[in-house]
């Protein structure tokens, strides 16, 4: 069986496709199946985003693909599912989607020490062709620099 600690799956497309603002985590509410398949590594969260519905917030896109052994009972895998976060965190991200250009991404899902899944989200601005070269060429530096300080330190 694996681990489930070292469950961690990433949307690596948001840190490029969107500035991240501010960052929260939330709990995720799941059905059986579901975290039993998470706990395999089973999902992805690259679409994702959230969206708010009746003053509570819900994540689209997240794929949980279906339990191997599980049986009629089984899940839908791209359901939309609810986040749990407090309500003072909750007013706040909604007041901050009025401004526009913004938006809640999904940045990873992962599985905390008392074995709870969990969701970091993100308030995010989308960001311009002009600026996702910028970001590569940020990162590129970054890299040969720590290449650098590596060798230097031999």
């Not at 799941?30 to 398949?37: D, H, P, Q, R, W």
């Not at 909750?90 to 992962?110: A, H, N, Y």
Request: positive net charge; aromatic residues 8%.
């Amino acid at each position: 069986m694996a681990d489930y600690k070292n469950i961690n799956i990433r949307n690596k497309r948001a840190t490029f496709d969107y500035e991240i603002i501010e960052e929260y985590v939330a709990g995720i509410v799941l059905v059986g199946t579901e975290i039993k398949s998470l706990r395999l590594g089973k999902a992805s969260i690259v679409d994702s985003y959230c969206y708010f519905e009746l003053g509570e917030l819900w994540i689209r896109n997240v794929n949980i693909a279906e339990y191997t052994w599980g049986t009629c009972n089984n899940h839908v895998p791209k359901r939309d599912r609810k986040l749990l976060l407090n309500r003072k965190e909750l007013t706040k991200l909604q007041r901050s989607l009025q401004d526009r250009g913004l938006t809640v991404v999904g940045l990873r899902l992962f599985i905390n020490d008392r074995g709870l899944a969990k969701v970091a989200i993100g308030l995010a601005r989308g960001r311009k062709s002009y600026d996702k070269r910028e970001y590569i060429k940020e990162n590129d530096a970054k890299r040969e620099m720590d290449k650098a300080m590596k060798i230097g330190r031999r």
